[in-house]
Each structure stands twice: as C-alpha cells, then as structure tokens.
C-alpha cells in the first residue's frame, strides 16, 4: 500500500500560465534579486499581492571599506612610530637629542594630519550618496 498525501497546508491547486520575453526575463531578474529559490515562490507571492524584498549591492562601501582599512593600518603604524620614539624620549637626557625627536615627532604628525585629511575627503565624497539612501 503506498504512503499518503498530506493535503494540510499544501497547494491543491495547479495553475500555469505563458510569459512573453520581456516579461519572463523581468521574472528572472526579480528572482535573483529576491531571496525566493523558486520562481513557483516568487509568483505565489506577488499574486498575494505580498511585497517582495530584493538585494541590491553597492560596489562604492565596499571601497571605502577598503580604504578604511588601509587607513586603519597606516594609522596603526603611525601610532606605533610615534610610541617608540616617545618611550626613547623619555629615557635620554640629552637635550640635543630630544630636540631631534621632536622634530621626528612633528613628521610623524603631519603624516597623521594628511592621512586625517585623505580620510575626511573619502567621507565627505560618500556622505551624499549614503544619507540620500
């Protein structure tokens, strides 16, 4: 004897229907656009009239991100120049010698400033286009 159908909650009904080209091809766009893994699915949502979610994927915050993080590292680095020699500053009692840190120091911090300004610029070209979203 074979197994039985169960007919809760399953769709009893079979409906088919024909597509003309432009039609069919905006389907398919807006399934893989969706997250719907079948066009069966796609369709029964839009004839319930549900809305239907779709991805979009920006390609300008994935390079920003990028440059964020170089920015990050470089930072980092500067961050690390600027400790080390503080930490030799502070053991030498030369007063020639801190003169020359200092100057070190003040490179280092230039080097910070431009990369703060780089940074500011790769802000504020992407603000517009994320606060209009």
Known sequence: MGRKKKTSGALPY???SRLG?????????????S????MSA?????LSNRPIICKTHDDSVERVLEEF???Q???????VNINQ??????SIEDPLRKKKLVRKVEKQMEQFGK???????????NKQGWLSE
């Open 14 to 16: 079979r409906v088919e």
């Open 21 to 33: 080209e432009r039609k069919y091809r905006e389907l398919v766009n807006t399934l893989q656009r």
């Open 35 to 38: 997250e719907h893994r079948t």
């Open 42 to 46: 796609l369709v029964r949502e839009l």
């Open 69 to 71: 993080s170089i920015l």
């Open 73 to 79: 590292m470089e930072f980092h680095a500067i961050g």
């Open 85 to 90: 020699i503080t930490r030799y500053f502070n």
């Open 115 to 125: 990369q703060m300004d780089s940074l500011e610029k790769l802000l504020s070209h």
